[in-house]
């Protein structure tokens, strides 16, 4: 089943070159979106692996794509992904008997939709349109996973599995695009209007492997990072190797810092439970940060990576710094009297769809874009739910001592903290984010059902 439904979504390479920048991205959005339902139906299992997998290589594929046919501003490839994360919306009869599991999402779908609700007044249905399927879509992979709760152990392998792998995809393809650069990526480089991914030459590239950009390459890898160190055991060091050279090659510093709070607290969460293994996770950690640091300082990548830690001491010739520190200072007063909020779409790359000529693509906060977007109540609506998730997924003892949890708490923290540079809660980079509070979810009901089936037959747990 796997090798037909990976032909049957890379099957518009055989269309060659008919059709130009239309039929293939169609045929691909067409064939991807119906292997998709296929699965859900099928295999949740399997359309999960699917799913997941096209958020990590779409961007790579469209890419190839466009050597041939050309650029083309409108990515129509990106919608796969995007599309197939919103089957399990569709999916919603199949999981009735689940509501309870992720009804604490509901607040999350509400705000958004409110802010759509708005962004289609103030800003135009386009562009609040596809900004909603932005924040939504990484929701639809929390809501199957959470659906599937029943499956919670074949889901959880399934989840580490490709994060493993994908891991090791990242990683060699990245040391490939910065010693080679391969022609799609110089292609795409030359022609995307995007100003930091650095040189379009070998060497001189800021790494962003299979993904659009360094911005929604570092956070994903970091994920995985998090998730792999915890829980595959041995085989998985090799993978965290490449994993931390991709992170450092991505040359994202927020990830960098993100990434210490993040064993911070896998190393806390892991010490409460089980204070040997994690003097052990210390060492293996320990050892591989040594290693790597060995194979980067006899290679060229030291300069290049030095010269990035070097811009954290010296914040007069910071520029992105100083950008952020400037966004700060003109907003921060602002948007504590948001309350209605500007709308879905008013801020980021959906504005490019305004047509407006003031359109400002980027905007670096998170924690500015929510109560901007949604108003004040709006983004409390919207966060609160995942803040309650993770402080009673700490304070479970169940999930406190399960590493799958354990690693999902890690990501769920991290993203929080790098909120402050970016919104890691909506577009390609968040559905890391939310694949762990599927997780959560999941595995919350899963331990309470066996807790309840043990309290119902004390003597199945003496058997």
Same mark, same amino acid.
């Given at each position: 089943m796997n090798g037909f439904i990976l032909v049957?979504?890379?099957?518009?390479?055989?269309?060659?070159?008919?059709?130009?920048?239309?039929?293939k991205p169609i045929a691909f959005l067409f064939l991807t979106c119906s292997a998709g339902l296929y699965l859900i139906i099928k295999s949740p299992s399997l359309y999960l692996r699917y799913a997941l997998w096209l958020w990590f290589l779409v961007p790579f594929i469209r890419r190839v794509f466009d050597l041939s046919s050309g650029y083309s501003e409108m990515n129509i490839y990106g919608l796969a992904p995007v599309i197939v994360s919103l089957l399990p919306f569709i999916a919603l009869a199949r999981l009735r008997g689940s509501f309870p599991v992720w009804n604490p999402l509901l607040p999350s779908l509400i705000a958004v939709t409110y802010g759509w609700v708005i962004g289609v007044v103030a800003v135009g249905p386009a562009p609040a349109t596809f900004a909603l399927t932005q924040w939504v879509a990484?929701?639809?992979?929390?809501?199957?996973?959470a659906g599937c709760w029943q499956e919670y152990d074949q889901i959880r392998k399934e989840i580490v599995r490709v994060f493993l792998w994908a891991l090791v995809i990242l990683g060699i393809y990245g040391m490939v695009q910065y010693a080679l650069l391969p022609p799609w990526d110089l292609y795409w480089m030359t022609h995307a209007p995007?100003?930091?991914?650095g040189q379009p030459h070998p060497f001189k590239v800021r790494v962003f492997s299979t993904m659009n950009s360094p911005m929604v390459l570092a956070p994903i890898v970091l994920a995985g990072i998090l998730l792999i160190f915890n829980t595959a055991g041995r085989i998985g060091w090799i993978s965290v190797g490449f994993g931390l050279?991709?992170?450092?090659?991505?040359?994202?510093?927020?990830?960098?810092?993100?990434?210490?709070?993040?064993?911070?607290?896998?190393?806390?969460?892991v010490f409460r439970?089980?204070?040997?293994?994690?003097?052990?996770?210390?060492?293996?950690?320990?050892?591989?940060?040594?290693?790597?640091s060995t194979v980067i300082v006899a290679?060229?990548?030291?300069?290049?990576?030095?010269?990035?830690?070097?811009?954290l001491d010296s914040y007069e010739h910071d520029v992105s710094f100083h950008a952020r520190e400037r966004l700060y200072a003109q907003l921060s007063e602002e948007v504590m009297f948001e309350v209605v909020g500007r709308g879905l779409g008013a801020v980021g790359i959906s504005q490019a769809l305004s047509g407006s000529s003031n359109a400002n693509t980027t905007f670096d906060s998170g924690a500015l874009e929510l109560p901007l977007v =949604?108003?004040?109540?709006? &983004? #409390?609506?919207?966060?609160?739910?995942?803040? $309650?998730?993770?402080?009673?997924?700490?304070?479970?003892?169940?999930l406190g001592r399960d590493p799958t949890c354990q690693s999902a708490i890690a990501v769920m923290a991290v993203y929080f903290v790098q909120m402050i540079f970016a919104?890691? =809660?909506?577009?390609?980079? &968040? #559905?890391?984010?939310?694949?762990?509070?599927? $997780?959560?979810l999941a595995a919350k009901r899963h331990f309470w059902q066996q807790e309840n089936k043990l309290r119902q037959n004390p003597r199945a747990d003496s058997i």
């Open positions: 049957l979504t890379l099957s518009p390479f055989l269309i060659g070159d008919a059709g130009g920048q239309i039929a990484p929701l639809g992979l929390a809501l199957h996973i995007i100003n930091s991914i050279a991709t992170l450092l090659l991505s040359l994202v510093r927020s990830s960098w810092g993100a990434l210490v709070v993040g064993f911070a607290v896998l190393w806390m969460l439970y089980q204070p040997a293994r994690a003097l052990r996770m210390g060492v293996v950690g320990g050892i591989l940060i040594a290693l790597l290679t060229p990548l030291f300069d290049k990576i030095q010269q990035r830690f070097d811009t =949604l108003g004040i109540f709006g &983004s #409390f609506l919207y966060i609160t739910p995942f803040i $309650l998730i993770l402080v009673s997924a700490v304070r479970s003892q169940h919104n890691r =809660l909506a577009g390609p980079a &968040s #559905f890391a984010f939310f694949v762990m509070v599927g $997780l959560l």
